[in-house]
Every structure is written in C-alpha cells, then in structure tokens.
C-alpha cells in the first residue's frame, strides 16, 4: 500500500485508466445510454459499477481535478478555483501554477514508488497542476506538439471543439496499447456540455464517441473508472436569456465603488463558451461593513441558493481560509453571478447560457468496470475513485 495525504491506495493490478469527463452531468449518460448512443456503457451499468458521487464546491474544473488525483478536498491541496485573490500581493491571478498547490498528487507519488503513469488534458492550463512533479508521460491536446499528433494519429484539435476531448480519450487508447502505463489519468474539456443539454443530438454525438473510446480501452485490459469535475445546468429565463446577478455592480450601489471586491473563481483565459459566468463567487470587504450585513442583503436576493461567511462556507465544503473572502456567494440552478456588467462579453455565446459552480452541478456520476464494494457508510466523493478503483474492487 501507499499512502497519500494520509489515504493509502494498493497497487494496480491491470493498467488503471481514471477519466474525468469535464462537466458531465449524469443526464448526459442516462439519456445518451437511453438512445442508444452508449451501448458499452449500458454493458457496464449491468455488470460493473454505477454510483452517483459529490463533487467539491465550487463546481468548477481545477479544484475538482486536483481533489481527484490528490484524494483530499481543497482545505488540504489548496486549489479553490481558476482563479484567485491574494490579498497578500493585493493581485488576482491564475490558479493553474502548481506554486499554488499544498498536497502531493497520487499520481506523482505512484511514479515515484515505480509505476509507469501517463496524464492527459485537453487545456493546457490544468497540465501543468496536474503534471506538478511527475516522473512520466504528461501533455495537453491544446499543445500537443509532432511526436504527440503522430502518436495519436490525429490533427491538433481547436481549444473550443469536441474534438479536443476525444484527442485525449485517443491518446488514453493509444498510450494503453503502446507505452501501458500501469495508471492513466485523462481529463477532457466541456465545451459540448456548455453548449449542449442532456439527451440532444449534439450531446448524444458527443458521448458515442467516448462510448467507443470506453470500450476500446476495456478491450484494451484496462481497469476504466470514470467520474466528472462536476455537473452542467442552462442558466437562462424563459426567454433564453442568461439569468445574471452582477455582485460588483450590486455592491458598488450599496456600499460605494470599490469598496467590495467580487472574485469568480470560474475566470480563466477560455471565457467564450460561458462569459466567465458561473454560479459560486466570493466577496472580499476589506474595510467594508460587517459581513452579516452583506450576507443579510445578498440572501435577500433573487436566484442565490446559499450565502454564507468565510469560516462557514470553508467549514461546510472543505475550502482553504486563506484563500476565500469575507463572504460566499452560490446562485440557484438557474443562475450565474457576474461582477460588473460591463466586465463580461457575452458576444461570443452562440448558444443559450449553459454552466456551474454551485450546489446544483454538484452530483456527478462515478462508473467503473468493474463491480466494486462501497465503502461503509461513508458519502461518495469524485475524489474517492483512485480508493474504489485501486482498493475496493470485489
Ligand atoms: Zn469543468
């Protein structure tokens, strides 16, 4: 057994694929199976496991992926969003430097005890996190360089299309049956899911390819266990329009220009596919009134779901203290939290608002196989399944 950030894992019997299948809502793959459009899946619902599992708030993609390979929540690894403030610097900057990140990956530790491992990702903003230390093979399709295109056979992708998910589950088929690392972690992107709802012809198209991929990888010998960094919801009025509270704007109002800072840890470089528009945001008052006033005023509101202070907030979904605001802010279902209207450039949405970040995106599924025993009594985790795949296979 090794054991990382104090859970231990056993050794792969056979090559262990992990994929973790951006923004996939179970949805996509009850309504995708329904259609037929899943019929190795549909084999494994019948043979292996089926579970549904909680991803870590907020439901956004770097601190779930982190919270996969790590095994903890990001109370211990520390990656809280994309994207963050330091008040220290008194900066808000990128979360994706791995100088951010407090834990040892599991896969980083597998290597080092021996074991061949393989990562990956479609962006290249999550290589290097999850790349942090590994002794192995790690790139991303975004920046896939010759030798990769050639190893894979396909043409580098565009960062916004399905295609750059399936070059990753590609290269899992390829790297299985050239290099078979003993662990492979594959990490797609969910710019289908942003665009596209469960059971519609785009997504159904979507989740047939990585069906095929699925199987060829169990053909392959593989151990395939796959979960998801967190759900997707539309995020629109009945009109189609996006249902969006902009926070800074509100509080500037309220409190005067700039004496509240709103920060959404959705922010990344890639914002066309949803406007930066999430549904978690994070509110700092550095000489501002008391928090329960601002707590009181924002819960009032329209379209929130939860809005708590720090200590609460970091309690409740496990979420380092130095790296949240005063105040925390989870829209319902429905909506997303903006800063300043101005801010955000929602020209490039071509399609309805679709996204995450709150308590709605939370359930994602977690599928193996293979038959698995639960784990007594305890709730299921996305982060759980390198210890269903490495230690709880019946
Ligand atoms: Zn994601």
Not at 82 to 89: E, G, I, L, S, W
């Amino acid at each position: 057994m090794i054991t990382v950030n104090g859970r231990a894992y056993a050794a792969p019997r056979s090559p262990l694929v992990v994929l973790c299948i951006d923004g996939c809502e179970p949805d996509y793959l009850t309504r995708a199976m329904e259609a037929g459009a899943m019929p190795y899946l549909a084999s494994v619902v019948a043979r292996g496991t089926w579970a549904i599992a909680d991803s870590v708030i907020p439901s956004f993609t770097n601190p779930n992926n982190m919270s996969i390979v790590t095994g903890v929540p990001p109370s211990v690894h520390g990656i809280c969003g994309n994207y963050f403030y330091d008040p220290h610097a008194g900066v808000e900057v990128m979360m994706n430097d791995p100088a951010y990140l407090r834990a040892e990956t599991i896969l980083a530790r597998f290597a080092r005890e021996g074991a061949t491992v393989a990562v990956v990702t479609a962006k290249d903003k999550l290589r290097r996190l999850l790349g942090h230390d590994l002794k192995g093979t790690c790139f991303s399709a975004e920046t896939a360089d010759a030798d990769v295109l050639e190893l894979v056979g396909m043409p580098r992708p565009s960062v916004y299309s399905a295609a750059l998910s399936e070059f990753v589950v590609a290269a899992g088929v390829t790297l299985l049956a050239t290099a078979r690392p003993d662990i492979t972690y594959l990490s797609t992107t969910d710019y289908v899911q942003h665009k596209h709802a469960p059971g519609t012809a785009a997504a159904n198209q979507f989740y047939r390819m990585l069906d095929g991929y699925l199987g060829r990888l169990e053909a392959g010998g593989a151990t395939v266990a796959l979960t998801a960094d967190h759900g997707m919801n539309a995020k629109t009025d009945a009109g189609g329009r996006p249902n969006v509270v902009y926070l800074q704007d509100l509080l500037d109002g309220w409190l005067g220009d700039g004496r509240a800072r709103v920060i959404l840890p959705i922010t990344d470089p890639y914002v066309v596919h949803h406007g930066a528009l999430g549904s978690f945001a994070t509110v700092y008052l550095p000489d501002g009134p008391p928090a329960g006033e601002v707590i009181a005023r924002l819960a009032a509101l329209p379209g929130m779901e939860l809005v708590i202070d720090r200590d609460a907030g970091c309690r409740r979904f496990e979420l380092p203290v130095d790296r949240m605001g005063d105040v925390i802010v989870i829209a319902a279902r429905d909506t997303v939290l903006g800063t300043s209207e101005a801010r955000h450039d929602l020209s490039g949405l071509d399609a309805p608002l679709r996204s995450h970040g709150g308590l709605a995106e939370q359930r994602v599924p977690l599928v193996l196989n293979r038959p698995a025993r639960p784990a007594p009594g305890a709730r299921l985790r996305n982060f759980d399944v390198f210890d269903v795949a490495l230690n709880r296979l019946a």
